[in-house]
T-cell receptor, first 116, second 116 residues
Framework: DTGVSQDPRHKITKRGQNVTFRCDPI?????LYWYRQTLGQGPEFLTY????????KSRLLSDRFSAERPKGSFSTLEIQRTEQGDSAMYLC??????????????FGPGTRLTVT | AQKITQTQPGMFVQEKEAVTLDCTYD???????LFWYKQPSSGEMIFLIY??????QNATEGRYSLNFQKARKSANLVISASQLGDSAMYFC?????????????FGKGTTLSVSS
């Protein structure tokens, strides 16, 4: 039973470049979440998918951020025209109320983004 | 608006002693869920324990227990018999209601340091 995986684990990019992160959830989980965590803070919710439908995206930080989950399995988070303020840890989590009534979320190891 | 407050930036405990990490929450919902996560220096968020608002008994999971006081809106985590491996950041979180599905709102966390 593999957990949530994220790729890459670290990304260094120059300001203005586009970056894309991938998340593979636990296979039987139908819900997938993206969070951002800055230093000294708790994770901050960005967006949420149930199967392939993106049910909440108003918390994405700006229109430079977008996410997809085309076949209801893996998901990608893209940041266009990166800014130094985008430097953070990007966490993906998955859950399923079918397998756990509490619907607890299981997190991946995160992608640490550094924008220079 | 829903909010999680963790007032202890850092806690120090000796090995084999018990420690309580404080968490208070604010919500107008009658039905809600509370979670605790552990984040070691490696960065991955590890689910520890869950408490539902209608659960009459405090949740327990091994050495972890949740001291749930609904009237005071507190959900403190108690770790018994601390171990060196318990040194980490601990986050209290609440399941958000509404369009965000089951997204979590996190507190700022408490750093726990266990010494021998």
């Amino acid at each position: 039973d593999t957990g949530v995986s994220q790729d890459p684990r670290h990304k260094i990019t120059k300001r203005g470049q586009n970056v894309t992160f991938r998340c593979d959830p636990i296979s039987e989980h139908n819900r997938l979440y993206w969070y951002r965590q800055t230093l000294g803070q708790g994770p901050e919710f960005l967006t949420y998918f149930q199967n392939e439908a993106q049910l909440e995206k108003s918390r994405l930080l700006s229109d430079r951020f977008s996410a997809e989950r085309p076949k209801g399995s893996f998901s990608t988070l893209e940041i266009q025209r990166t800014e130094q303020g985008d430097s953070a840890m990007y966490l993906c989590a998955s859950s399923s109320q079918r397998t756990s009534g509490n619907d607890e979320q299981y997190f991946g190891p995160g992608t640490r983004l550094t924008v220079t | 608006a829903q909010k999680i407050t963790q007032t202890q930036p850092g806690m120090f405990v000796q090995e084999k002693e018990a420690v309580t990490l404080d968490c208070t929450y604010d919500t107008s919902d009658q039905s809600y869920g509370l979670f605790w996560y552990k984040q070691p220096s490696s960065g991955e968020m590890i689910f520890l324990i869950y408490q539902g608002s209608y659960d009459e008994q405090n949740a327990t999971e091994g050495r972890y227990s949740l001291n749930f006081q609904k009237a005071r809106k507190s959900a403190n985590l108690v770790i018994s018999a601390s171990q060196l491996g318990d040194s980490a950041m601990y986050f209290c979180a609440m399941r958000e209601q509404g369009q965000a599905g089951t997204a979590l709102i996190f507190g700022k966390g408490t750093t726990l340091s266990v010494s021998s």
